[in-house]
């Protein structure tokens, strides 16, 4: 279920103007932003955005990220943007912005939608930047973690509920002989080859998925993703662990990302942001009952400890959490 509390009445052009409004004067009024645009759906937004063009003759987008700044500014432009959009300048910025690609968010893009719904994120991304993200990905990525990130980019994926289960049995074995052959299970050596893991993580269906991760913890008595924990400096393995557990359980994989983000030396606001901007219209009061049960405080509570100002009351207002206001 979405956290976010949006009003079922509402007048875009009277949000448009009192945005407007909030931009007027010596100083802007934050809290009336994240009042009106973190109570508004994406269909809302949509209205609102539409409305500020055709009354100021403005891009509300840009006129945002002149009057906010900072974490805030990202988060609330992020969020006003059309979810297809948002997914798409997310998996942009995470390629050009950083020296080297976020492959979180490349995988989050890939592996956490439906075939249709990657393609039109992959078909928004070309209308957007005149290349493919598949081009992007590859111009800023080299060995293993290219071929991995452009093939889970590249495919469409079967989504139906049948399994093969002697393909299954057969791959937990080729993933084992990959893995372990290599020094895996937490012994820190280097995988023997990768272009089997590739191929099966890239193109085999989540049921499919699913049941190949079964038999590998039968065959081998350890998880496949414990059995890739080693050099905490091996990217590569990092991303595999990372793709495995957003097939396996997205929820919990969204919450170790915002744990992680949170219990750090420094925030990670983007990667915070991210989560909650992405989820507060899906399911991220599920997300918020994974992350108490697995760290004993709610999430609310970790984002209020750990951001402060006109950001963190955004983000509380995108949890559900009134009583900021």
Known sequence: MATLLAPEDFSPGEDAMA??????????????????????????????????????LEDLIKKLKYELSGDLERAVCHWILDPVEREAVLAYESIIRNYRPD??????????????????????????????????????TSGDMRKFLVAVVSVYRYEGE???????????????????????????GALNGAEEIIRILSTRSRPQLLATFNYYKRIHGTSITKSL???????????????????????????????????????????????????????????????????GRSLED?????????????????LGNQDYF
């Open 162 to 188: 049948e399994i093969e289960e002697e393909v299954a049995h057969s791959e937990a074995n080729i993933l084992g002989d990959e893995i372990q052959g290599g020094g895996g299970c937490g012994g820190g």
């Open 19 to 56: 945005l407007n409004k909030a931009f007027e004067g010596w100083g802007t009024d934050e809290k009336n932003i994240i009042w009106i645009l973190g109570h508004r759906n994406a269909d809302q937004r949509k209205q609102i955005r539409l409305a500020y063009q055709e009354i100021y």
């Open 103 to 140: 492959y979180r968010v490349i995988l989050e893009t890939a592996l956490m939608k439906s075939a249709e719904e990657l393609l039109t994120v992959k078909r928004t991304y070309q209308f957007l930047y005149k290349r493919s993200l598949e081009e992007d990905v590859a111009s800023h």
């Open 229 to 295: 924990d080693g050099d905490p400096a091996d990217e590569f393995s990092a991303a595999l662990r990372a793709a495995i557990q957003c097939i396996k359980n997205p929820k919990r994989y969204l919450q170790k990302v915002v744990h992680n983000s949170i219990n750090r030396l420094g925030t990670e606001e983007d990667a915070l942001s991210r989560v909650i901007v992405t989820r507060a219209e899906k399911d991220l009061k599920e997300m918020k009952d994974v992350y108490l049960k697995k760290n």
């Open 302 to 318: 970790a984002v209020a400890s750990e951001t402060t100002g006109d950001y963190k009351a955004f983000l509380l207002t995108l």
